[in-house]
Each structure stands twice: as C-alpha cells, then as structure tokens.
C-alpha cells in the first residue's frame, strides 16, 4: 500500500467526524437483517464493530447483544457482578448507556469506575481475575466498549467471560446468533429498564478501579527499580482511557513521568494521520505517534497506547519499535529475570517474529505457538502455564514476579512499565537489546500486505489443507513444514503458514473486507523479502482462484 502523502501529519478539520451526526445515527438508524444482512451482529478477534453510519453499531446491535449477554450468563450460572468499562469513542458512552438499561433490567450487577470515567481493557480483566480469586462461588465477568485503535468513527464491543480474557470462539458464535435473533425478532424479547431509573436501581456501584490496578502493578513489575534508576518516561496515551490513569501511578511510584498529552477529544483531533490517511489511533504505526517519536530525544523511554490500552508502543531514543522486536526483548528479559519455572512456555502467534523462538531456543524455553488472536492465552495465563503470551499487533500480558496471573488480556501498561525497567536493571533500551539479537540471530525484516479475495475465494482459503501445496521449495529454500493447524494448540490458522529455513509467510482471510492477509518474515534481508512475497502470492492465488 502506497504511503498517503499526508501521513505523519495532524489531521485536517474537513477529515474531522461530524459527531453530532454520528451519535444521533446511532439512535436513528435502524438495521435491517432482512434486506441487508451485512447489518448482522458479527463478532470478529475484538467484539463485535462498526459504525453507526452504514447501520452496523446502532442503539438495536447493543440491546440485542447485551440481552444475548445476559442469556448467556443466565445459561451459564453466572450470577456475580459484572464490571463494564468504555473507552473515549464518541460511539462508546451511547452504547454504554444502552447496555446498562438492558443489564438493569435482567438484574445484572454492574460494577463500573466511579465519575462516569473510562476503564481500560485490562482494568476491567485484571478486576474480573482478581475478584474471582477470591469469590469462586459468585463469578464475575466483564464488558468493554471499545473499538481498540480503530478510527474515531467505529464503535466497538467485546464480552470477558469469567476467565477474564477475551470470549473464545464458542462463546461469541452463541451471543452473536442470539442477538442476531433478537434482532430479526424486532427486540422483543430485550428487557429495558429505563436509563436515569437505573442510575438509581441499587445495581449498579460505581466503584475505584485505579486504585487496586495500580496499587497491585508492583506485584508485576519492578516499580521501585525505575523510580530508583531515575528513568524519564513520556506518555501519550493517544487520547485514550488510561489518561487519568498514568499521573497516578507516577504517584503513586514516584515515577518521573510525564503525560505528554492529556487531551481527550472524541475526534481525535490531535492526532497525526495513519499510513493510510485516515484517523487512526495505532500505537505501533510511526505516524500515528509521530507526535511521541518527535519527543524521542526528550525521553529514555516513550510508551504511548491505543484507546482501550490493551496494545502499546515503545519509543526509545532509536525511534519506535517494530512490535515483534519488542516481544523478543521482553521475552527474553523476563525469562532471565522473573525466576519462573521452567516449564512455564512462551505464547506467540503463529504470524510473529521468529526471532522469538531463537530468543526462547537460547533461554530452553518451549514457545506456544496459536492461531492470531490472543483468546488462544487466555486458558494458559490463567492457569500459569503461560508465563507470557504476545501478538505481532503489539498486545501482550504475562504472569506476576511469583508465577501467577495478573491478567488474562493484553495489557498496555505492564508492556509499557516493563520498558522501562528493562533500562533501570539493565542500562540498556530496549532497543540496544533487540540490536545484540540481530549480532547473534541475523536481522530479519517482516511485512503484512493485503492482496483481494472473494468470499469464495477466502472461503477456499480458510479450508486449506497441506495436501493443496504442491511445491517443495519457497524463494530457493526449501520447505520445512507447511501449517493449517497452529502447532501450539493444534486449533485451525483458517488459512496456512509456510516455513522454510530462512523465511515464512503466512496468509489468512479477513473476516470483514474482500481481501487476504499475508505475514511475510525473512532473515536475508529485502530481496529475499521480495522473492518470498511474489511467491507467496502467487502460491495462494493459484490455489484459490
């Protein structure tokens, strides 16, 4: 994809979301799954999403999938509190309003954080694990609104089972074909309980869910190392829901720390524009934190984070770093350092760096290698037999110093904080690390392209099967192993993954445009980047089309 000659740059007013016409769409416009399904509840990795101007986040979707929610727990005996978090999308505090007038309604316990204030994803995981720690018998779970990084017109919302991690496969298939009927029914069966009466119902307690978040990320991480070393940290929380969250853990701490953006502003205004020229909140993109990387000098270590704060960006004085190269120094770093035993594994997914494996192969540590998305964690972080689980997307968690769960989502502070203390302990950045394991591994260079497919098309690719390849070698290599099942867990990639000695590639169908994706990563470098790319297109174009 061609750089948008604008990237890197604030956005434009007239590219600015009217959001007085995007809330109001948002109670107007009606989906019909009759005439357009595509108007359908459709949960992909992250909830379900969309935009309440084409009629796929409107006031209906929520109703029905918070009713659905509620069945679900009915069905499934789960009668504790259920803590609801949003992040600042103008799209998210409408459909928080609506949730709670249907969770009120069927009795729901809502746990939410006082001052009508935003809860990042992995406050509102951390306080479903740790509340279930000690209550086995009343289980809680969790919602969040949030469309993650997307851009400022979507809408988003995801269900955390008890577990506390993102719902797996089951889970969301039962609650979007419930709310789908629900909606074909016309609601209903949805129980409403009038808004401004719920605020006052005894159901819901607004509660501080800082406090025990922070108080408990010395449990985590190495706090007192940081604020002894003195590392000067900037953070842009890219507008997003941990804004009030930061200055307090810099108290708390005694960090030196500074937010350099407080903002939050439901267009986003401040924000520079994505490679794509759109808005879009992407703490791994180098222009969407332009703002932060022009402040590399300023700070020892830079952490910015998208709108929910499961993902993070580091920057050090080299600039921002490449997700997977991150994951590999973190890795590497808390395997020296946390005294984990040893059976404990690493979680990848299967489109990561293989620089993580060399990194665990030097450390003797098994790598978990599953399909993307990081509910393929939840089960092992939970039960600790997952001592790190980490996406390509620049989402992690991992265990606490004594070997047990902190969280069961991707946490952008921890990932962030962590940083930082890998400079305090070591008196190297992050990045200097990742520059010794280019000296002892090589240099790999990594590229995700977008190529078209039809649903036919994508429907062929998910179905694939070893037996489809009938090539032997890839970009003068020859073939290692060819995957349709993720070899951590055995579960289906829903596409393939092709290894050689020097270079893989992967490719997976989108589950809502007309396109494949493909994950590329070779250790010789452009040209053989390049080569593995045309022929990796052409490998699946020939056995899709």
């Known amino acids: 994809m061609a750089i948008h000659p604008q990237a890197g740059n604030k956005v434009s007013k007239e590219l600015l979301v009217n959001v007085p016409k995007l809330v109001s769409s948002y109670y107007l416009n009606e989906p019909d799954l009759e005439a357009h399904p595509e108007h359908c509840v459709a949960f992909g990795t992250s909830g379900h999403r969309g935009c309440s101007l084409n009629f796929k986040f409107n006031e209906s979707h929520i109703l029905a999938i918070t009713q659905a929610i509620c069945d679900y727990r009915k069905n499934n005996n789960i009668y504790g509190p259920l803590f609801l978090g949003k992040d600042t999308h103008a799209l998210s505090e409408a459909a928080f309003n609506s949730a709670i007038e249907v969770l009120v309604a069927n009795e729901v316990q809502v746990i939410t954080q006082q001052n009508d204030d935003y809860t990042p994803t992995p406050v509102i995981s951390h306080a479903i694990v740790s509340h279930n720690l000690t209550n086995p018998h009343e289980l809680a779970d969790g919602i969040v609104v949030t469309p993650s990084h ?54 819901i307690k607004y509660e501080d869910l800082i406090t025990p978040y922070v108080e408990d990320l010395g449990n985590i991480i190495d706090m007192e190392a940081i604020a002894r070393a003195g590392v000067n940290i900037g953070v842009d929380p890219l507008g997003g829901s941990g804004v009030n969250f930061w200055p307090v853990i810099a108290k708390h701490y005694d960090l030196k720390l500074t937010v350099v953006n407080d903002v939050v502003d439901p267009s986003f205004s401040f924000m520079p524009l994505d490679k794509d020229g759109k808005v879009r909140m992407d703490c791994s993109s180098p222009f969407a934190m332009a703002n932060l990387i022009a402040l590399k000098d300023d700070y020892d270590i830079g952490i910015g984070n998208d709108p929910d ?29 946390r005294g984990w035993k040893s059976s404990v594994k690493i ?64 946490d952008g502070f921890i990932m962030g904080l962590l940083a930082a203390e890998i400079l305090a302990v070591t008196g190297k950045s992050p990045s200097q690390h990742y520059q010794a394991f280019e000296q002892a591994f090589g240099a790999p260079v990594y590229k995700r392209i977008d190529a078209p497919a039809n649903t036919e098309q994508k429907t062929k690719l998910k179905a694939l099967s070893a037996d489809n390849i009938k090539v032997d070698s890839l970009a003068g290599d020859k073939i290692t ?19 050689t000695e020097n270079g893989w590639f992967a490719a997976r169908p989108s589950g809502t445009e007309d396109i494949y994706k493909i994950y590329l990563e070779s250790f010789k470098g452009e040209a053989h980047l390049a080569e593995l790319e045309h022929e990796a297109k052409t490998l699946v174009d020939s056995v899709i089309s």
């Open 150 to 203: 997307n851009p400022p017109e979507d809408g988003g919302f995801k269900y955390n089972p008890p577990n506390g991690g993102p719902a797996d496969t089951d889970v969301t298939k039962w609650i979007e074909d419930r709310a789908n009927q629900l909606l074909l029914e016309d609601l209903v069966e949805v129980e409403l309980f009038p808004f401004a009466k719920a605020r006052r119902s005894g159901f």
């Open 309 to 337: 704060f499961d993902r993070h960006g580091i920057v050090t004085p080299d600039g921002l770093m490449n997700p997977n190269h991150f994951l590999a120094v973190a890795i590497d770093y808390l395997i020296k350092h």
């Open 347 to 410: 979680g990848k997914t299967l489109v990561s760096s293989a620089m993580i494996d060399k990194v665990c192969g030097a450390n003797g540590r098994e790598v978990y290698e599953v399909p993307v998305g990081f509910k393929w964690f939840v089960d092992g972080l939970a039960a600790g037999e997952l001592a790190f689980g980490g996406e390509e997307s620049a989402g992690a968690a991992f265990l606490r110093k004594d070997g047990t769960t902190w969280c069961t989502d991707k």
């Open 481 to 499: 192993q060819i995957l349709t099942n993720a070899p951590g867990n055995g579960a289906a990639i829903g596409g393939l993954k092709v290894v």
